[in-house]
């Protein structure tokens, strides 16, 4: 059986979500599959059920692949706070922040520590289906580039590119990929994915004829764009999100706006808002009158102090403040809520230039960066009530509470054990709130009671049973050669069904 590595023509190709779909595809055909991503640059991150860090991409795929996620799964994870530098977790744990220069100047540590975790799974597992990170030919980085071609090689793997026709410029992407790297590292290429197609297909069929006769390399599959199931984007808010509209939102909406930080991270915890159809989200980066919208977010930060400055510097503060006064609410999730707060202290230099900054001033709370970062899955309830919420925690601060400001969540299970501490905190007015829990509107009846408060007559649409990544695996199988697919990958057409 071969592994497979899901590599891409440019960044944002959908190589995340390609390797998804694989791994249920592998997985109902009876394979015990796991992903694999040897270095992510992203503030989306998640905590294992061990209570280490990782990608929220891989946390993603190791579900479709039905196995618990595992740091090994995506070794080195780069968290940039700044425009120059990043936080390096290894194996799950914060190890160090390097600039681009110093990270890059010698990748060999850290390709030796992403190579030992591929060797643990590939015991582990029977197959990995591995994802490469931005462009594959990206040749001023080739050398030092350890998470495509190079973790191609130490697998063993067939590489499946995969192009997004969306973009346009489809044949450039693909056969100028092929055409730039090393003839070995092309040989490896043993078929090409066509993803993001909007329309016909058949109108694109002479095009798969042309990339096979100019390439000699199969086309696996064209792949129209699939409405039924997002994943966590990696680098940026995506492309499809609404930033800083000229218009307000739609009449009947909820309108909700968050704040677009330069430094933001986890904006992934929107998500179930911006899914919900009586929700329009909008992400806002330069300041506005908030009139039109009944909620304020603001969401993660990878750089609270830096970003704060931003704010204050940008003009934000005012229209929050004007917000407040005609009754908003305003969430902080995670370093949104240490902003929402009256200081925030660096003692240690842990974000940026050791100091203190003061905040919004709109929780009676005060928070001081450690040193030692806090993962855990966590449970709970909304204080003084049935409410289940549940998520997860990363963050660096440790925030108290002071007169004036009583608890949102009751905390009842952290990294499954028993707790009886407490989360976050809200005005005497229930109007202001902060949270360190990430996935805080996952939950259903949470996202209920949140958008009541906004909207009485809020009802949520009847969701669908259907499993998500079910429904993409068939996607991908009804338009994929799975027999081509199987034979690359060495799999018996006898060793189960593949959706």
């Known amino acids: 059986m071969t592994n497979i590595a899901v590599l891409g023509t440019a960044s944002d190709a959908g190589k995340s979500i390609v390797a998804t779909a694989l791994c249920r595809i ?63 977790v290894l194996h799950g744990r914060v190890c160090t922040d390097k600039t681009a220069r110093e990270y890059f100047g010698d990748t060999r540590r850290w390709a030796e520590a992403a190579f030992e975790s591929l060797e643990r ?20 980085l080739y050398q030092r580039d350890f998470v495509n071609f190079k973790s191609a090689r130490r697998a063993g793997a067939a590489v499946i590119l995969v192009a997004d026709i969306d973009r346009g410029g489809v044949f450039a992407q693909v056969v100028g990929t092929l055409a730039v790297i090393p003839p070995e590292d092309r040989a490896l290429v043993k078929g090409v994915i066509v993803n993001r197609f909007r329309g016909d297909k058949s109108l694109f069929e002479d095009g798969v004829k042309m990339l096979e006769s100019m390439t000699g390399v199969p086309v696996l599959g064209v792949i129209p764009y699939f409405r039924g199931f997002t994943i ?45 159809s009586a929700v329009e989200l909008h992400y806002l980066h330069h300041p506005r009158p908030l009139d039109a919208y009944k909620a304020l977010v603001l969401p993660g930060s990878k750089n609270v102090r830096g970003d704060l400055e931003w704010l204050e510097r940008m003009g934000w503060r005012k229209e929050i403040e004007a917000f407040r006064a005609r009754g908003g609410v305003i969430v902080g999730l995670c370093g949104g809520y240490q902003m929402l707060g009256e200081r925030i202290a660096d003692p240690h230099g842990v974000e940026g230039a050791p100091g203190a900054s003061a ?25 003084g009530s049935s409410c289940v919420v549940s998520g997860y925690e990363i963050h660096m601060g440790r925030t108290t509470l002071a007169g004036g400001a009583s608890p949102l969540i009751e905390v009842t299970e952290r990294n499954g054990v028993r707790s009886e501490e407490f989360d976050g905190a809200k005005s005497e007015d229930g109007r202001v709130m902060g949270t360190y829990f990430h996935g805080f509107f996952d939950e259903p009846g949470v996202r209920a009671w949140f958008l009541r408060l906004l909207d ?22 009804k338009n994929l050669d799975l027999d081509a697919l199987f034979a690359i990958a060495g799999i018996s057409v006898t060793k189960g069904s593949a959706s």
């Open 26 to 88: 592998f997985r109902n055909a009876g394979i015990d599959v796991a992903p694999f991503k040897a270095q992510n640059m992203s503030n989306n991150s998640g905590v294992t059920p061990d209570g280490f860090e990782m990608g929220r991409a891989q946390i993603v795929q190791a579900q479709a692949a039905r196995v618990a996620p595992h740091a090994d799964m995506n070794p080195v994870l780069l968290k940039p706070n700044t425009d120059t530098g990043a936080q390096v």
């Open 121 to 140: 799974l590939m015991a582990r597992h029977e197959m990995i289906v591995l994802e490469g990170a931005g462009s594959c030919a990206e040749m001023n």
């Open 232 to 276: 966590d984007a990696e680098d940026a808010v995506p492309l499809c999100s609404v930033v800083d509209p000229k218009r307000d939102p739609s009449a009947g909406k909820i309108g909700i706006a968050a704040i677009y930080f330069p430094h933001i991270s986890n904006f992934t915890d929107l998500s179930p808002l911006e899914q919900d």
């Open 359 to 383: 905040a919004l001033a709109m929780l009676p709370v005060e928070t001081v960066l450690e040193r030692e970062k806090a993962l855990s899955n966590s449970v709970g309830k909304l204080a």
């Open 456 to 477: 009485s007559g809020y009802e949520p649409a009847t969701s669908s049973a259907a499993d998500p990544f079910e429904l993409l695996a068939a996607h991908f199988a």
